[in-house]
């Protein structure tokens, strides 16, 4: 965490302890209050440790032109409190890739065994929902799709049908699930796709929804190959 973003913490909460009660009735007080709402809560998940009356004492020691700790103190705290979010951060994300990866395997081992799909030696498992009769791409074509990704709880991540527009990307610039997967593919197919982490995002996942060892489900349309 940076030393600004402790500093306007210090001045939000500041506000925010001494307008405790009072209305948000200004675009002011809104933004105000917007801001240090988002700020604590980002706080709050990182399970930072702070104590509201020293951020005020030193919001008020800075304004005063006081100083109770020397810089070279300030910057040991911010060091530790940095270094003690961190350690948090990496704790959970090894919790989640450990739970995430036992709940990705147990559903590729069931789901391998269900009608109509197939596993392929990397992992990477499909079920085709209906054959085209186009061209096949190949690993540097650009192709365009239509899909819907979820986890395997049926969570939707992201649908280019919502957007109502196809995506267009080069096959060799995707997840290597993607790559392997269409290159199986004709135009006008449509199929679902059983990612494991491994052809997907990996041991860091890609944000959002998608976490750490998270094993992912796409239904892809191909439309359209472009030849390289």
């Not at 409190?81 to 989640?96: A, I």
């Not at 590729?108 to 990477?124: D, H, M, R, W, Y």
């Not at 085209?132 to 992201?158: Q, S």
Request: aromatic content about 6%; overall charge positive.
């Amino acid at each position: 965490m940076r030393k600004v973003g402790i500093l306007t913490l210090i001045m939000l909460v500041n506000l925010i302890v001494s307008c405790n009660g009072a209305k948000l009735d200004t675009d002011v007080k809104k933004q105000s209050y917007s801001y240090g709402y988002l700020m604590g809560k980002d706080l709050s998940e990182k399970e930072a440790n702070i104590d509201i009356k020293s951020l005020r004492v030193g919001l008020e020691d800075a304004l005063n032109n006081k100083q109770q700790l020397s810089d070279a103190d300030i910057q040991d705290a911010l060091k530790t409190l940095e270094q003690t979010l961190r350690q948090k951060y990496e704790e959970k994300m090894t919790e989640k890739r450990n739970s995430n990866g036992q709940e990705s395997e147990k559903f590729l081992t069931s789901n391998k065994s269900k009608s109509g799909v197939k596993e392929l030696a990397s992992g990477l498992q499909y079920k085709v929902i209906k054959n085209g009769n186009g061209k096949i791409p190949k690993g540097e074509d650009k192709v365009t799709v239509h899909y819907r990704g979820t986890l395997i709880d049926g969570t939707e991540f992201d649908s280019s049908y919502k957007r109502n527009e196809p995506a267009q990307f080069k096959l060799n610039q995707v997840i290597k699930g993607w790559t392997e997967g269409l290159q199986l593919m004709k135009e006008g197919s449509k199929w679902e796709l059983y990612i494991p982490s491994s052809l997907a995002y990996g041991q860091n996942g890609a944000g959002g929804l998608i976490g750490p060892n998270q094993a992912l489900i796409f239904e892809v349309e191909l439309i359209r190959v472009e030849t390289n």
